[in-house]
């Protein structure tokens, strides 16, 4: 892809050259074309995650002695945070939608609105809207109506989708968004959208208890002596700036983890594990993959990386940030 130098925009979702600096947008776009896929990628779990959360909600028979309500122990806080984000009416303290319907929706009638797939009406006219589309429903059940009930059905569809008035699902409004996903990537408000898909993202992965807070780095490298190693299980919580072996204290800060995984022999892991233990977002990963020719293991429904090979890269484009910083 060419760029001129003075037009290039950078992508506003954050992912990195392999100088360290933003990489381009894809042209007449605000987004790579990476970050746009992976963008789709997380609407498209979303509606899995979603579907998960029937179960989620249903709760435990109870199990303890004593007297308690029949059938049924209290809720523990993870159903509660899922009940949150399931309930439409759920909002932050600053009044802004949290529930997940809620904010796609909110994106969805932003999107409905600018494209003119939908008009923005008043209160006055919503209440109007409502009236025909109750007159609709009632006309459907009139003797006098049955030659027609295919095209009254049709039409009340018709108005009650494009006016928004139609029951709204998760699946629903996802399918908007990824449908005007090119026009959404043009827009300046996507890195917000994003932002805000990410956070949902992560918060039913969390609720659903999916989200591992510390990622398994291999077994500690470090010689005891007699030929021997510490042999512990070495975890790092995502973020974190080094890494510490709880048996026998060594600790590897981040700029020594290529050091320790080679130390370590042949560690791999997909690219959701390296994503939360860099720090670094999927769309860059898979790019540094393409731009690095890493080898793949595993298999091709879970493919798996070498993290020497990996932190090669993150280091390599780490010190071109800071070169070109300086």
Avoid: F
Wanted: aromatic share 6%; proline share 6%.
């Amino acid at each position: 892809m060419n760029h001129n130098a003075s037009t290039i925009v950078p992508c506003v979702l954050g992912c990195r050259s392999a100088a360290g600096g933003a990489y381009p947008a894809q042209a007449g776009y605000l987004t790579c074309d990476p970050c746009a896929e992976e963008l789709r990628a997380t609407l498209r779990e979303l509606v899995e995650l979603y579907a998960l959360t029937e179960d989620a909600t249903v709760p435990a028979p109870s199990t303890g002695g004593g007297r308690a309500s029949p059938g049924y122990g209290p809720r523990s806080p993870a159903v509660d945070a899922v009940l949150a984000l399931t309930d439409p009416r759920s909002a932050a303290e600053d009044g802004e939608p949290v529930g997940v319907l809620a904010v796609l929706g909110a994106w969805a009638d932003v999107v409905r609105t600018d494209t003119g797939v939908r008009p923005a009406l008043s209160e006055a006219e919503r209440r109007d809207a409502t009236l025909l589309v109750s007159w609709l429903d009632w006309c459907n059940t009139q003797p006098w109506a049955g030659a027609v009930l295919p095209q009254l059905g049709a039409l009340r569809t018709e108005v009650s989708g494009t006016l928004g008035l139609g029951r709204r699902t998760v699946s629903g409004e996802v399918s908007l968004l990824i449908r005007w996903l090119d026009w959404i990537t043009r827009q300046p408000w996507v890195s917000d959208l994003a932002a805000e898909v990410t956070s949902l993202h992560r918060s039913m992965r969390a609720a659903l208890g999916l989200l591992d807070k510390h990622l398994p780095v291999g077994c500690c490298p470090v010689s005891t002596g007699r030929g021997r190693t510490c042999g512990a299980a070495l975890r790092v919580r995502v973020g974190a700036a080094r890494i510490v072996c709880r048996s026998c204290g060594t600790s590897w800060p981040r700029e020594q983890w290529d050091a320790l995984s080679v130390a370590q022999g042949t560690p791999l892991s997909d690219t959701a594990e390296l994503a939360a233990w860099l720090g670094v977002p999927t769309g860059t990963l898979r790019r540094w993959r393409s731009e690095d020719k890493w080898k793949r293991h595993g298999d091709k429904a879970r493919p798996l990386y070498d993290r020497a090979e990996v932190l090669t890269s993150w280091s390599r484009r780490r010190a071109g940030a800071l070169a070109s910083s300086a």
